[in-house]
């Protein structure tokens, strides 16, 4: 009990009793800052002052890359939802449905299509928010069928990278996508088609042993945690403290791991002009054609 609910009458308290949404004020994970959720919306989930890069949702993703902030949503072919029929404390199906309804996608993988900069480009994105972004037969398929229709197109594909890794969920048939879109990136290099990839944090396992490590360019998010295994298991297998920053996105730029690391403000403008030198299409060229 408090003053409000003893001494305060009923129709007042409803008055003072207004609803607050819960992530009116986000706590920054570096510095401690609260800041304010649509000053934090407004400068792409990056925070102002420790310039910490939060993660960010799907649908901002692909509105902060495309012309105008519109895309074509591209649908991807059925897979068996639980070939396995895996159980642990609860059906796999079950999982399946829980964040489908909680993130309103059918997987892990979002296809889309549409301009950048007036280029015609396809992009995938890994929701983290679907299973910590893991790699399972949806996921896989749908990372086919983009490079696929950027073969049938005849434009760069892109993909942002965020995930935990294979899901064990599906076994053998999760680590098959791990060379199923090895062979995907072969098609993309045959037809002289630039692949770029944009690791954001984090991005590990088996999705970091396979296309995510395989584009012509790597892009990494500032402080982004990029590798296979996790920094805590290398140190008990090696018994040696690693370096600081270890698996961190500038540590790998410096070791030459990845290409460079781009502020999130900057990465629409870097794509734009990767994909132009790629498809040797100045952007002079590109203006006048559209």
Known sequence: MNWMSNVVPPKIRSLLRRETPENLWVKCPDSGELVFHKDLESNLYVVPNSGYHMKMPLKA???SIYDEGKYEEIATPDVPSDPLKFRDVKRYT???????????AVDSVKLTAGALERRPVVVAVQDFDFLAGTLGMAAGEAIVAGMDLAVRRGTPFIIFTASGGARMQEGMFSLMQMPRTTVAVRRLRAAKLPYIVVLTNPTTGGVTASYA????????EPGAVIGFAGARVIEQTIRE????????AEYLKAHGMVDMVVPRAEIRATLARLCSILMHQPVEAAETAA
């Open 61 to 63: 993703r692909l509105e």
């Open 94 to 104: 079950d999982r399946l449905k829980d964040f489908r309804a909680k993130t309103g």
């Open 213 to 220: 490590m395989l584009g012509d360019v790597h892009i990494a």
């Open 241 to 248: 403290r690693l370096p600081e920053g270890f698996q961190r």
